[in-house]
T-cell receptor
Framework: GAVVSQHPSRVICKSGTSVKIECRSL??????MFWYRQFPKQSLMLMAT?????????EQGVEKDKFLINHASLTLSTLTVTSAHPEDSSFYIC?????????????FGPGTRLTVL | GENVEQHPSTLSVQEGDSAVIKCTYS??????FPWYKQELGKRPQLIID?????GEKKDQRIAVTLNKTAKHFSLHITETQPEDSAVYFC?????????????FGPGTSLSVIP
């Protein structure tokens, strides 16, 4: 099966600082990755679609200047939460899309728990 | 855009009984419907999926049905076990040109009582 990793798994930071989260596809190339945010007892909300070599596509209501996405290679996408505030505390999960014939499969990373003090 | 609704939000069943979770979607272009199980603090785990050219699919104790005309799909778990307790999410995927976004339903918290 395909493996997607995330780093770090947990991060605690002070309000006003920036935090970078990495998402890697370990055994396949992913031209497209997705970033989700999940608040406690809620669903996964798609934040943005990350495309290798081009700008990310953000969902409505997600601030692109707040959540910077860089997909610099076929195996790595990064999400940077800039000037983090306590309301940004959440579980951030990425997924990587693997193309299989005419179908696309998504594989999820283990998630990153962000706590902003 | 796609909107996925899911019911019930919580479900308690006795061990051995069946559990049914129902979802509806809004975008007729959606053609792939995965179901995920998520345990606390972990990633969603794909448990079964169905594509729009199929009406029903079964994998051991889990089955999924799809009614494209009504835009309904359902998850059926038979002979439930305590380890089935988790949050279950349905999802719909509108077919894109180069990538397929997965839009999640709000989730169902399933408790299986021993």
């Amino acid at each position: 099966g395909a493996v997607v990793s995330q780093h770090p798994s947990r991060v605690i930071c002070k309000s006003g600082t920036s935090v970078k989260i990495e998402c890697r596809s370990l055994d396949f190339q992913a031209t497209t990755m997705f970033w989700y945010r999940q608040f406690p007892k809620q669903s996964l909300m798609l934040m943005a679609t990350s495309n290798e070599g081009s700008k990310a596509t953000y969902e409505q209501g997600v601030e692109k200047d707040k959540f910077l996405i860089n997909h610099a290679s076929l195996t790595l996408s990064t999400l940077t939460v800039t000037s983090a505030h306590p309301e940004d505390s959440s579980f951030y999960i990425c997924s990587a899309q693997r193309v299989s014939g005419s179908d696309n499969e998504q594989f999820f990373g283990p998630g990153t728990r962000l706590t902003v003090l | 855009g796609e909107n996925v609704e899911q019911h019930p939000s919580t479900l308690s069943v006795q061990e051995g009984d069946s559990a049914v979770i129902k979802c509806t979607y809004s975008d007729s272009a959606s053609n792939y419907f995965p179901w995920y199980k998520q345990e606390l603090g972990k990633r969603p785990q794909l448990i079964i999926d169905i594509r729009s050219n199929v009406g029903e699919k079964k994998d051991q104790r889990i089955a999924v049905t799809l009614n494209k005309t009504a835009k309904h799909f359902s998850l059926h778990i038979t002979e439930t076990q305590p380890e089935d307790s988790a949050v279950y999410f349905c999802a719909a995927t509108p077919k894109g040109t180069s990538y397929d976004k997965v839009i999640f339903g709000p989730g169902t918290s399933l408790s299986v009582i021993p």
